[in-house]
């Protein structure tokens, strides 16, 4: 059964499903959506939850397993799996365990975007089939002002149309960006506020913390030495790895889309087909200068080491991983990285 997000409380209310799947490219929106899934399970008793992010290496053996057997401690539990790129190891796991679904357990499957084709593949099918789905779609950039101010009205702020948009301006559609900046509206304003263009133009003036976005203009514009100083601060101030990580990977990933694109379109074309605002072209054009079919696959190669990371696997040092990532974004190679070491 597909369900749209802000219809998953009347679908809880009803009965929890032996599976909800949440797919797409929108990190906050994915993430919420999980969270009120995770909310929903805990409301219903089951306190028992086992995480996994399945990799290219996972054992999907251990899950079909721990699936059919009785937990010591509670009669359900929640199964909270990850998985952020497809592949025919997983879509084959995935369709073993749709055969032992029930009510015994409830399984939370968070996946990268899934597109129509796949949707219509046996294992999708058999899976939506016994559960929900959830699809996550990107929001428009005509809806994102409304976006902002429903989003606003939930923290008791009370936003014109103007600040919406400059905020919008602002997060260049960042869809985290844009709920940071809402979040220090609300505490610098106070709950009940009525918030104009003025107030935030005065927000972003008087604010003297860095944002990922600030990192993003830097890494774009090949800035080397203001971005090294702008993840410092943003690590001195206790961003997440796990979003700092995003960044880089959304616009590395975006490059590639654009250098793709580019072999038969032009630039603005080719921005335009990733709802790129104009004034952030020269931004794209700047880095694209620096990266080709070589440097961008080894960026991407390299974010899936810092992914394993973060994640508690083994990896690069995360402070060093970053440092090397902005150099590599900036188009200075280091002498050599964990990708060059010989595997043994």
Known sequence: MKVRADQLPQQFNKNLAPIYIISGDEVLLCQEAADSVR??????????RLRYVADAQFDWQ????????LSLFSNQ??????????????TKALAQLSQSLSDDNVILLTLPKID??????????????????VQIWPIDANRLPA???????????SLSRDAASMICERGEGNLLALSQELEKLALLHGAGSKIDAEKVAESVADSSRYSIYDLSDR??????????HCLNQLVGEGVESSIILWLFNREIQTLSSLFKAMQSSGLRQACQ???????????YESALSRHNHIT????????????KRIKGLEGPDIDTGFRNLVMMFCGFKPVATELDLPVH
């Not at 909310?39 to 028992?48: C, L």
């Not at 539990?77 to 190891?89: A, P, S, T, V």
Request: no cysteine.
């Open 219 to 228: 890494l774009l514009m090949g800035k080397t030495k203001e971005a090294m």
């Open 147 to 157: 976006w902002v101010q429903q989003r606003a009205q939930a923290l008791d702020l």
């Open 39 to 48: 909310k929903a399970v805990f409301n219903n008793g089951i306190n028992e």
């Open 273 to 283: 087909s990733q709802k790129i605002w104009d004034k952030r072209i020269p931004f």
């Open 62 to 69: 251990d899950v079909i397993n721990e699936n059919q057997s």
């Open 77 to 90: 539990r929640l199964f909270d799996i990850q998985i952020d790129k497809m592949g025919e190891k997983h």
């Open 296 to 307: 961008l696959p080894y960026l991407q190669n390299y974010l899936a080491l810092m992914d």
């Open 116 to 133: 129509a084709r796949s949707q219509k593949a046996k294992w999708f099918s058999q899976l939506e089939s016994k559960g929900v789905f």
